[in-house]
C-alpha cells in the first residue's frame, strides 16, 4: 500500500492539472478494480469542474462543482499518468479524466486493488471507507494522550497498532517502521505497554518525518515535467546493517530519466530488531 508522503506527492499533482478544470471526457477500462466502479461516471461527470484535491489518510478527494466528490485509492501498484494530449490507453489503464486543457490524467493499476468511488459531498464523513478512519498525523487530535488512551487496553503491537487506519490515517509500514526507530521502540513492542514518554517520541518523529517529506515535495514536484507520478523505490544499503534506503520517484521527465525524492529516509527491517531492542 502507499505511503502517506506518497499519495500526498500524487495529490498534489492531481491539483497542478485538475484544479478548476472542466472534464470534457471519460474513459472507463473496466468494471471494477478492487470494488465495482461506479458505471455512472462517464454520464455524471463530463462538463464538471474540478476543485482543489484533498487527501484524507491514503484517499484522494476531489471535490466537484455539482457538489459531488471523486474518492480514488492508489491500492497495492496504482499510478497516475499525465499527457497533454489524448493517448494510448495501455492494458492497465482503468480510468482516465480529460479536461477542457487537452491533458488527460490516467490511472493505472496493475494488481487492481486500487478503487474509484463517486458519492455526494453531504456523505464525507459517513462514507464506509471514511468513516472509521482515525486522526492524520500532523492534526491537533493527533496527540501522546490520545496514543495511551488509545492503547490502554491493546494487546496487539506498537506497529500493528499504528498500522491501522482506524487508530491514525494514512500511515504505512515504512513510516510506522521509521517513526518507531527514531523513537527508540521496538516495533513488536506491546501496545498497552506504552508510556507517556515514548508516545512523545511517537508524535515527535511521526511529525519530523511528514514535515520534512512534505519539505522535500515542495522544492521537488514540477507538474509540466511529470510523466508517472505516485512510484516508491527501496534499495539495500550494506553499509548500514539492518537498514534500507527509501526513495520516492516524484516523475519522469520525457527521457524517462527519474526525478529523485532529494532526501533519502531509512527504516530498519523488523526481523533485524530483537523484542528487547531499545525497549
Known amino acids: 500500500m502507499p505511503e502517506l508522503p506518497e499519495v500526498e506527492t500524487v495529490k498534489r499533482a492531481i491539483a497542478s492539472i485538475a484544479s478548476g478544470k472542466k472534464i470534457t471526457d471519460i474513459?472507463?477500462?473496466?468494471?471494477?478494480?478492487?470494488?465495482?466502479?461506479?458505471?455512472?461516471?462517464?454520464?455524471?461527470?463530463?462538463?464538471?469542474?474540478?476543485?482543489?484535491?484533498?487527501?484524507?489518510?491514503?484517499?484522494?478527494?476531489?471535490?466537484?462543482?455539482?457538489?459531488?466528490?471523486?474518492?480514488?485509492?492508489?491500492?497495492?501498484?496504482?499510478?497516475?499518468?499525465?499527457?497533454?494530449?489524448?493517448?494510448?490507453?495501455?492494458?492497465?489503464?482503468?480510468?482516465?479524466?480529460?479536461?477542457?486543457?487537452?491533458?488527460?490524467?490516467?490511472?493505472?493499476d496493475p494488481r487492481r486493488f486500487g478503487c474509484v468511488d463517486l458519492f455526494k459531498e453531504e456523505y464525507v464523513l459517513s462514507h464506509w471507507l471514511l468513516k472509521n478512519l482515525g486522526p492524520e498525523p500532523l492534526s491537533k487530535e493527533f496527540t501522546p494522550d490520545y496514543i495511551i488512551t488509545k492503547t490502554a487496553s491493546k494487546t496487539c503491537s506498537i506497529k500493528t497498532f499504528l498500522l491501522d487506519q482506524r487508530n491514525i490515517a494514512g500511515i504505512g509500514n515504512i513510516y510506522a517502521s521509521e517513526a518507531l526507530f527514531r523513537a527508540g521502540i521496538s516495533p513488536k513492542r506491546q501496545a498497552r505497554t506504552l508510556k507517556n514518554k515514548k508516545a512523545e517520541n511517537i508524535i515527535e518523529y511521526a511529525w519530523?518525518?511528514?514535515?520534512?517529506?512534505?519539505?522535500?515535495?515542495?522544492?521537488?514536484?514540477?507538474?509540466?515535467?511529470?510523466?508517472?507520478?505516485?512510484?516508491?523505490?527501496?534499495?539495500?544499503?550494506?553499509?548500514?546493517?539492518?537498514?534500507?534506503?527509501?526513495?520516492?520517484?516524484?516523475?519522469?521527465?520525457?527521457?524517462?530519466?527519474?526525478?529523485?525524492?532529494?532526501?533519502?529516509?531509512?527504516?530498519?527491517?523488523?526481523?533485524?530488531?530483537?523484542?528487547?531492542y531499545r525497549n
Not at 60 to 89: C, D, E, V, W
Not at 249 to 265: A, Q, R, V, Y
Request: aromatic fraction near 12%.
Open 27 to 108: 474513459f472507463v477500462g473496466r468494471k471494477n478494480l478492487r470494488w465495482p466502479i461506479p458505471t455512472s461516471l462517464n454520464e455524471t461527470l463530463k462538463g464538471v469542474i474540478c476543485k482543489q484535491p484533498l487527501r484524507r489518510g491514503k484517499y484522494i478527494l476531489i471535490p466537484l462543482s455539482t457538489k459531488q466528490i471523486l474518492l480514488i485509492h492508489l491500492g497495492m501498484s496504482g499510478a497516475f499518468r499525465i499527457y497533454k494530449s489524448r493517448p494510448n490507453f495501455q492494458k492497465h489503464d482503468h480510468f482516465a479524466i480529460g479536461f477542457e486543457s487537452e491533458e488527460w490524467l490516467v490511472f493505472s
Open 208 to 276: 519530523a518525518q511528514e514535515k520534512d517529506c512534505n519539505k522535500v515535495l515542495e522544492r521537488t514536484i514540477d507538474r509540466p515535467s511529470l510523466y508517472n507520478v505516485g512510484r516508491l523505490h527501496s534499495t539495500w544499503n550494506p553499509s548500514i546493517e539492518g537498514r534500507w534506503t527509501l526513495t520516492f520517484i516524484l516523475g519522469k521527465k520525457k527521457d524517462k530519466k527519474p526525478l529523485h525524492f532529494i532526501e533519502s529516509l531509512n527504516y530498519f527491517r523488523d526481523y533485524i530488531v530483537d523484542d528487547n
